[in-house]
């Protein structure tokens, strides 16, 4: 079974602070990416990544930044954290190819911003 | 016009009842598409996968996806209160990596 852990279910930081929020999978999968899912908005890109040290903006990547050194694992960093930040984050991972596109999620981190 | 349009619902139904859930999208180059059931609080897992057009049936669950209608469904027989989740439909043209999510259907099956 394809696992894909993230680094904790419940987070609670204060405006300014700097947040990571770590993603790790265990099925050699090239694919990497970090969503956030708000009540009404759906699932929204915010980076993904194909590659160790490769990266690209998704859909809304303001206030946010990653970091793939190696290919297990990707972090998502707010590096000023705001109340607009406030959210539930999902990592996912996926092979790469054209009739695998299949993304398998993490169990999210509801991240609050005071 | 919305990439991925999908009834947010919410849908509540009696436990035994077939349940329709659907989505519609406007971009041609979508040959690949998936269902996804999310519980609450939890992270959405992978149900059905399909690609291009035709039924695939998995126990209680059939997707079905109607390309020359751009309208792709998810059925659940004999549904069950195990079943009440958020439903996401996600599609992809095979070629970026990237899946383009509907934002999801709420179902309640009341026992």
């Known amino acids: 079974d394809v696992k894909v852990t993230q680094s904790s279910r419940y987070l609670v930081k204060r405006t300014g602070e700097k947040v990571f929020l770590e993603c790790v999978q265990d099925?050699?999968?090239?694919?990497m990416f970090w969503y956030r899912q708000d009540p009404g908005l759906g699932l929204r890109l915010i980076y993904f990544?194909?590659?160790?040290?490769?990266?690209e903006k998704g859909d809304i990547p303001e206030g946010y930044s990653v970091s793939r050194e190696k290919k297990e694992r990707f972090s998502l960093i707010l590096e000023s954290a705001s109340t607009n930040q406030t959210s539930m984050y999902l990592c996912?991972?996926?092979?790469?190819?054209?009739?695998?596109?299949?993304?398998?999620f993490g169990p999210g981190t509801r991240l609050t911003v005071l | 016009q919305k990439e991925v349009e999908q009834d947010p619902g919410p849908l509540s139904v009696p436990e035994g009842a077939i349940v329709s859930l659907n989505c519609t999208y406007s971009?041609?180059?979508?040959?690949?598409f998936m269902w996804y059931r999310q519980y609450s609080r939890k992270g959405p897992e992978l149900l059905m996968y399909?690609?291009?057009?035709g039924n695939k049936e998995d126990g209680r669950f059939t997707a079905q996806v109607d390309k020359s209608s751009k309208y792709i469904s998810l059925f659940i027989r004999d549904s069950q209160p195990s079943d009440s989740a958020t439903y996401l439909c996600?599609?992809?043209?095979?070629?970026?990596?990237?899946?383009?999510f509907g934002k999801g259907t709420l179902l309640t099956v009341n026992p």
């Open positions: 399909t690609y291009s057009s």
């Open positions: 996912a991972s996926s092979f790469s190819g054209p009739s695998t596109d299949t993304q398998y």
């Open positions: 971009n041609s180059a979508f040959q690949y």
């Open positions: 996600a599609m992809s043209g095979g070629s970026n990596y990237k899946l383009t």
């Open positions: 099925m050699d999968h090239e694919n």
């Open positions: 990544s194909y590659d160790v040290k490769m990266k």
